[in-house]
């Protein structure tokens, strides 16, 4: 996969930056900073091209996922950060997962299927469309949740279920209200606040 990595500080935790649709692996260096200059960071590209633009798996519709593909590159993803945890000397429960859209769509992923890996994640604008069946633990996972109050790609109710299904198994979840599909700088001062 296509990546950038940047050690800012020897042992500092980890900020893996997962990208929106169309970003790349370098669209979230600048939050990263703004958020902890300190943090070193792992950048990756998502490998699914749509109309042109990075993603980091397939849809059939807006909200509409293909399930199938999200599993499976959930999974090459966290292969991957696994490899550059030994590659670059990290602590998987170091990092924090950092997405935008559909790469907190991915990272949610990756939680559910490996719920025992990440202890830390700050998601922009995440939709999960489905209800997990499995029960597991998530009681060493805390999470920020930035979301639209008129997002028009993921709905507040859609967010809202999001929240419990995470609460359910345990997780810490703090929220941050903005008003569309987007970062601003008020994520960054709640992230700084909430790290």
Same mark, same amino acid.
């Given at each position: ?92 429960? @170091? ?13 949610? /992923? ?6 025992? =890996? ?39 109710? /859609? ?31 709640? =992230?700084? @606040?909430?790290?």
């Amino acid at each position: 996969m296509k990546h950038v990595y940047q050690e800012n500080k020897k042992g500092a935790p980890v900020f893996v930056l997962l990208h929106g649709t169309g970003g790349d692996e370098t669209d979230l260096i600048p939050l990263a900073q703004a958020i902890n200059s300190n943090f070193n960071y792992l950048g990756v590209r998502g490998e699914v091209k749509e109309n042109g633009m990075n993603r980091f798996f397939e849809r059939v519709g807006m909200g509409q996922y293909n399930w199938d593909d999200l599993r499976n590159r959930a999974d090459q993803l966290f292969e991957f950060i696994k490899e550059k945890s030994i590659e670059y000397d990290f602590d998987l429960s @170091d990092v924090y997962l950092l997405g935008f859209s559909n790469g907190s769509n991915i990272a949610l /992923e990756m939680i559910f299927r490996h719920p025992e =890996a990440f202890h830390h994640a700050i998601l922009g604008a995440p939709l999960y469309p489905a209800n997990l069946k499995d029960t597991f633990d998530l009681g060493h996972l805390n999470v920020l949740l930035s979301m639209g109050k008129n997002d028009p790609m993921a709905p507040v109710q /859609e967010n809202e279920r999001l929240i419990e299904m995470l609460k359910d198994r345990g997780a810490s979840v703090s929220t941050h209200w903005v008003e569309g599909h987007n970062l601003d700088q008020s994520v960054v001062e709640a =992230a700084k @606040d909430w790290i």
